[in-house]
């Protein structure tokens, strides 16, 4: 009796050997999996953050006046300083406000439409428009500009060049 009861303690300490070592390979591999996912998380943030950085680079370098608005209203979500030079308001004055209400379109028939063909076409080459700067002097501009989508939500990627004074000659 004294043999079986020590037999029986054997088996259960090796049971709950196998146990734990077959929970400490299966911890192991989660944990590699874990491991894994996690720098393979970091490499797709990290190239996603150079991206970013490019793009931003690009936009803010451009030598056109280059804008990111929402589609739906208007509203300057970005702006480089061309953009700012030519048309003479300050980037965070935009910021606050959509390109109808600070009179940029002369009215907001016109851009509903512009972007109507925009959003049918998803790019536009060269469209000629009229915008008004700040002081309420009238540019003859040629836009080209794209949809895109950021955070789910439609915007519009524009770069503007002022052809006033080649118009004029």
Do not use: C
Request: charged share 20%; hydrophobic share 45%.
């Amino acid at each position: 009796l004294a043999n079986w009861r020590q037999s029986s303690y054997l088996i259960v300490a090796l049971v709950l050997g196998f146990l734990l070592a077959a929970i400490s390979v299966f911890g192991f591999i989660y944990q590699t999996r874990g491991v894994q996912r996690y720098r393979s998380l970091l490499a797709a943030e990290t190239a996603n953050s150079a991206l970013r950085q490019r793009f931003q680079l690009s936009f803010q370098a451009s030598p056109l006046a280059t804008s990111i608005a929402h589609a739906s209203d208007g509203h300057f979500v970005d702006v480089n300083e061309r953009f700012v030079r030519v048309f003479g308001w300050e980037k965070e004055e935009l910021l606050k406000h959509n390109s109808v209400d600070i009179g940029l379109w002369p009215n907001a028939e016109i851009r509903d439409q512009w972007i109507q063909r925009l959003q049918d076409m998803k790019t536009v080459v060269s469209q000629e428009a009229l915008f008004i700067d700040r002081a309420g002097q009238p540019h003859n501009v040629e836009i080209s500009a794209a949809m895109l989508d950021l955070d789910g939500e439609p915007h519009v990627l524009s770069f503007i060049t002022d052809v006033t004074k080649k118009r004029q000659n």
